[in-house]
């Protein structure tokens, strides 16, 4: 299958990196951007072709990866509509009411990656599809996001909160590692050493917690009276889980002036 991007961004980039790497990946990939020359370097990273135009772009695919900002929705989807078999979007805060008579008659699943897509541990969300859509290229479509992560349908309404917790939340959870390396050398360490430190860690935690609730993990970690217990209490001090729960409420207000 044929697949092409309108939008050769950070998320654009970063699905194009994950299917290049992937066993079930497009037979070619297509870029397209609106001057930057990213479509250029990402086609010479990944192998595929960079294309001046939407509309050429969009001939010549099977399946159209629509990742440009919402704003350009208006200006980018009459140029693909009608043109491949299907599109697959990644908009933030677009729902299917917007997405379907623009691109119309191309179906459009609507879909919420995060940038973990890239590494082929994403986790994507998408709006229900109906059983005959499956049986299409949207399914088609499916299976193929299916080999950058985990896959999740979830009801339309559920999609915004799902952006927030797990589309933007990376981003938090990047923050409070950056934070952690400069703790760790502000204490004395490499900053490289703490980097890397931190970031195992991280991963190894990310990968428990797969298997292993929040909550008993912090117990089982922090024994009564030991350093981790008085870390905890520092952070409860500080607030940090209504700090995390104001930014996924600001998120999610953001996604609501965008609608
Ligand atoms: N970043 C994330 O983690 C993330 C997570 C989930 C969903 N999303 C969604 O992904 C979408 C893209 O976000 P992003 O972070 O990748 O943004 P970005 O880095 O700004 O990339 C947007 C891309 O769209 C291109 N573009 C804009 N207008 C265009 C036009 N008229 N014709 C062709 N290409 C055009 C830009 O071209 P230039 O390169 O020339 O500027 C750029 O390549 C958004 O809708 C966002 O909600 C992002």
Redesign the pocket.
């Known amino acids: 299958m044929v697949v092409g991007f309108?939008?050769?961004?950070?998320?654009?980039?970063?699905v194009a990196r994950g299917w290049s790497r992937a066993s079930l990946r497009p037979s070619s990939m297509l870029f397209?951007?609106?001057?930057?020359?990213?479509?250029r370097r990402l086609a010479a990273e990944l192998g595929g072709e960079s294309l001046e135009s939407?509309e050429d772009m969009a001939d010549r695919s099977d399946l159209v990866v629509l990742?440009?900002?919402?704003a350009?929705l208006e200006?980018?989807a009459p140029?693909i509509a009608g043109r491949p078999r299907g599109v697959v979007s990644?908009?933030?805060?677009?729902p299917l009411s917007r997405l379907a008579p623009a691109l119309a008659p191309t179906p459009v699943l609507r879909t919420?990656?995060?940038?973990a897509v890239e590494v082929g541990r994403g986790v994507i969300c998408h709006a229900p599809l109906a059983e005959r859509q499956r049986a299409g290229v949207l399914g088609e479509a499916l299976a193929l996001l299916g080999s950058l992560g985990i896959v999740f349908e979830v009801a339309e309404e559920e999609l915004d909160p799902a952006?927030a917790v797990m589309?933007?939340a990376?981003?938090y959870i990047a923050l409070a590692v950056e934070a952690l390396i400069e703790a760790g050398v502000e204490a004395g360490l490499d900053p490289e050493l703490s980097s890397r430190l931190v970031s195992e860690a991280t991963a190894g935690v990310g990968h428990h917690l797969l298997t292993h609730e929040p909550g008993p993990m912090q117990a089982a970690i922090a024994s009564p009276g030991g350093s981790t217990e008085a870390g905890l209490a520092a952070l409860a001090e500080r607030d940090v889980r209504a700090a995390f729960k104001a930014a996924v409420r600001a998120s999610l207000e953001r996604m609501a002036e965008a609608r």
């Open positions: 309108a939008g050769s961004g950070s998320m654009g980039a970063a397209t951007d609106s001057g930057s020359g990213r479509a939407i990742a440009v900002k919402p350009a200006e980018v140029r990644v908009l933030g805060a677009t919420m990656p995060n940038l952006t589309g933007c990376p981003a």
